[in-house]
């Protein structure tokens, strides 16, 4: 009786450790994103360059969307849009700029150009 005690236990928990790791779990829904990430970002915009090869983004995420808060005096991208790409990645999905953001949990890719203005970043966390 022990033996099946602690055998329906065991079933038990690892059932509720399979259910607990959904599937359906999109990297956008949660914060795994979110923090400040370290390295080479620039800003040019005309009459303005600015650029530093240690410099620091900070991701926040505000409601569904992303902001961007750039060190150094770079202006912030804000209210950027994402879908899951799987693999625990995002891709921006804002259609009014010519944009590559890719997040993922230790890495940073910007490189986005809206009205005049081109952020680039490659960052490590």
């Not at 033996?3 to 795994?32: E, F, M, Q, R, W």
């Not at 360059?49 to 240690?54: G, L, M």
């Amino acid at each position: 009786m022990k033996n099946y005690l602690k055998l329906s236990a065991l079933l038990l928990l690892g059932a509720v450790v399979i259910a607990s790791c959904s599937k359906k779990d999109d990297p956008t829904d949660n914060n795994l994103f979110v923090g400040t990430y370290k390295g080479k970002i620039s800003y040019v915009k005309e009459g303005e360059n600015k650029s530093t090869d240690d410099g620091k983004v900070t991701v926040v995420k505000v409601g569904n969307n992303y902001n961007f808060v750039f060190s150094d005096g770079i202006p912030d991208l804000k209210g950027v849009e994402f879908k899951n790409e799987g693999s625990n990645a995002v891709v921006s999905i804002d259609e009014d700029a010519a944009k590559l953001i890719r997040i993922t949990a230790s890495k940073l890719i910007i490189g986005y150009a809206k009205d005049g203005a081109v952020w680039t970043a490659d960052c490590d966390r």
